[in-house]
């Protein structure tokens, strides 16, 4: 090349290196935002990855006030919960809107894109007290917020949209300040969507007498949409969930729910109406913190359904895993639930008693399928945690959500959304 040119692409390249800005008029930059997701999903710690298979942080992580859910829409959006209320990202973390909400707690959207939050709700209640402001558990449908709109549908309040307690009297009683189970003791913890649209909420709180018509407060309630009424009506409460004793089928104060049915959208979406949910009681010696409740067609149940245990995950294969989802003792304090709606079937949970993240697979065991040429004859345990601030700890995670790949934890005392990929999927 002769001596000229060699001077003048020397002289470009110093040129372009004290006027960056410059440079990318005249090449591209790779800060468009399409370009930037890409380089944000394969951006991994390599200090993280410490077994053959495991789960790689995705940086940087995503920073909030006390995130305490997180969710991947059927829209593909991310929606997170924290102190401030709701905010929606897309997935390379940018943030689209933010609704203030107080006490929002847990996300879920439903298959028309509306999405259900639950939160706090102020009022005044004047046949009981025009003075007195109540704090009420709540559940706020929003109107497909992530496409424009953030307009309130509907607000669930408890215990006024509770069928069971339909009356003003039962309404009153639980709105007595000398009591000590009143309505503001009330929580939603878990949201969960079916293929119809069909919510499930999660609720715990102080009054869990059975055999009465007024449904205990530790259970899940059915809400569906009426058209006739323009609204969410709740059509059932799940009675088959005991309250109080721990079994394969109780709802010892529950800490969250997820459903079968999730993101991405698809005609042939389960129709099952199975669940899955936490319970957190750290007071009560509880075997088995984490419930598969089946959903069976018996037309004595509710609505043609009966709500069962699945005691088939007490059978542990020891030849294909070391450790499983019914193994007494495995949880603490489990507070996040997640399933992978994808071929892979896999069944996230966080504990904030262990500060980690597990995964199982539909068959309870704990762990991975070996991956091609691995030496492994067993399922790969890739649950990981511990008490940190490093990239694969946590400190109180409180939500976990899953989509194309990727594992969203809402690691609450951290303040972030932790990302992670299996490390076979970085390729």
Not at 10 to 20: D, E, K, P, R
């Amino acid at each position: 090349m002769p001596r000229n040119n060699i001077l003048f692409i020397a002289a470009f390249a110093i040129i372009c290196g004290l006027a960056v800005a410059g440079c990318d008029e005249i090449f591209g930059s790779k800060s468009d935002p399409v370009t930037d997701e890409i380089f944000d999903q394969g951006r991994h710690d390599p200090s993280a990855i410490v077994e053959e298979v495991g789960y790689s942080a995705l940086l940087p992580f995503w920073f909030f006030d006390k995130p305490t859910d997180v969710h991947v829409g059927f829209d593909e959006l991310v929606y997170v919960t924290d102190a401030s209320g709701l905010h929606i990202l897309d997935r390379a973390g940018g943030l689209f809107r933010t609704i203030e909400l107080q006490g929002a707690t847990t996300v879920v959207q439903d298959r028309m894109l509306n999405v259900y939050v639950s939160a706090r709700y102020d009022t005044v209640v004047q046949a009981v007290d025009p003075d007195l402001v109540w704090n009420l558990p709540a559940v706020f449908k929003f109107e497909n917020p992530g496409g424009g709109s953030a307009a309130v549908l509907d607000t669930i309040i408890m215990p006024f949209h509770d069928a069971s307690r339909s009356t003003a009297s039962v309404q009153r009683r639980r709105l007595n300040p000398d009591r000590n189970d009143n309505a503001d003791k009330i929580e939603i913890t878990g949201l969960g969507i079916l293929d119809d649209n069909t919510l499930y909420v999660a609720r715990r709180g102080p009054r869990n007498i059975t055999g009465q018509p007024e449904a205990p407060d530790n259970t899940v309630l059915i809400y569906q949409y009426q058209e006739s009424e323009g609204r969410m009506r709740n059509t059932g409460q799940i009675r088959a969930l005991d309250p109080n004793n721990p079994t394969l089928a109780s709802a010892v104060q529950i800490g969250d729910l997820t459903t079968f049915v999730g993101a991405p959208q698809r005609e042939n979406i389960t129709s099952d109406r199975s669940f899955l949910i936490t319970q957190q009681d750290t007071t009560r010696d509880i075997s088995f913190r984490v419930l598969w409740i089946n959903a069976l067609d018996d037309v004595e149940g509710i609505d043609g359904l009966a709500y069962r245990s699945r005691p088939q995950l007490l059978t542990h294969d020891t030849e294909r895993a070391d450790r499983f989802l019914y193994e007494q003792g495995r949880f603490v304090n489990p507070t996040g639930l997640a399933f992978s709606a994808d071929a892979r079937g896999h069944i996230f949970v966080t504990d904030a008693g262990t500060d980690s993240l597990y995964l199982f697979q539909s068959n309870g065991h704990e762990g991975v399928i070996p991956p091609a040429g691995s030496q492994a004859t067993k399922a790969i345990s890739v649950s990981f945690g511990g008490t940190g601030n490093g990239p694969r700890q946590f400190n109180n995670p409180s939500g976990v959500a899953y989509f194309r790949q990727v594992v969203y934890v809402a690691d609450r005392d951290n303040n972030r959304i932790s990302r992670y990929k299996l490390n076979t999927d970085l390729e």
